[in-house]
């Protein structure tokens, strides 16, 4: 089959690209990203993303796909092999976990947003017990055993939050999981999750993080960073 010219549309911290450049990655397809500010998004790609969101997929010369799930299946389809499981009800077990993911994001997203203590702690409470959830289901070294799949693709972005929010305000949330542990580090040295942002994206969140005004936000102050 041969493919078409694609064109990742992306931010620089936003998860879901990263999602779906790993696929991309995986699947060694070419693809050339083009970054916007979704603070400022021009009108070219108001125009073509349904929802206002990145990632979008621009497939050849008139085609557009949005939402990472969907482009990432459609990457999966286009190439030889597949980073799902053959069986169909192994595959539909992948995809639930790919929204579980989703979900952790969410609260991601509601534990840097936090306005106050209470809140924060309610996030990282819930962020807990969704990982001690993933304790018991991760094989290793991926989630499903040797061979890195669809669901991995998923967490990548997700552990990478991790990796600045621990030392920028002593938050750990993942401590004492060593299943959850050791695939994050698998995921952390694999070179499509490496490489799917860029090398300057720690101190892009951290300057993200500063600036949402919210209990993390005081937190990294108060370390003085």
């Avoid at 060694?28 to 929802?51: E, H, Q, Y």
């Avoid at 939402?67 to 092999?81: F, K, L, M, R």
């Avoid at 070294?141 to 990548?156: I, R």
Wanted: glycine share 8%.
């Amino acid at each position: 089959m041969t493919i078409p010219r694609l064109e990742l549309i992306s931010h620089h911290l936003c998860p879901y690209v990263q999602r779906a450049a790993i696929v991309l990655a995986e699947k060694g397809v070419p693809v050339v990203r083009t970054m916007i500010d979704l603070a400022n998004k021009p009108d070219w790609f108001r125009a073509i993303s349904p929802t206002g969101k990145v990632p979008v997929l621009k497939v050849g010369d008139a085609d557009v796909l949005f939402e990472s799930s969907v482009i990432a299946e459609y990457v999966d389809e286009i190439t030889p092999g597949s980073l799902h499981p053959a069986d169909p009800l192994a595959k539909a077990k992948a995809r639930a976990w790919m929204e579980f993911g989703s979900a952790i994001l969410s609260d991601i997203a509601g534990l840097y947003g936090a306005a106050d203590a209470a809140g924060f702690e309610a996030k990282r409470t819930a962020l807990r017990e969704r990982f001690e959830r993933l304790e018991g289901e991760v094989t290793g070294p991926y989630f499903a055993g040797e061979s890195f799949g669809m669901v991995d693709a998923v967490f990548g972005p997700v552990f990478r939050y991790f990796d600045t929010i621990e030392p920028a305000a002593a938050v750990y949330v993942l401590d004492g999981l060593p299943k959850v542990g050791a695939w994050r580090a698998a995921l952390a040295a694999r070179p499509s999750v490496r490489d799917a942002v860029a090398p300057d994206y720690p101190s892009r969140l951290l300057d993200f993080l500063r600036g949402r005004k919210s209990h993390l936000s005081r937190m990294i102050a108060d370390a003085g960073l």
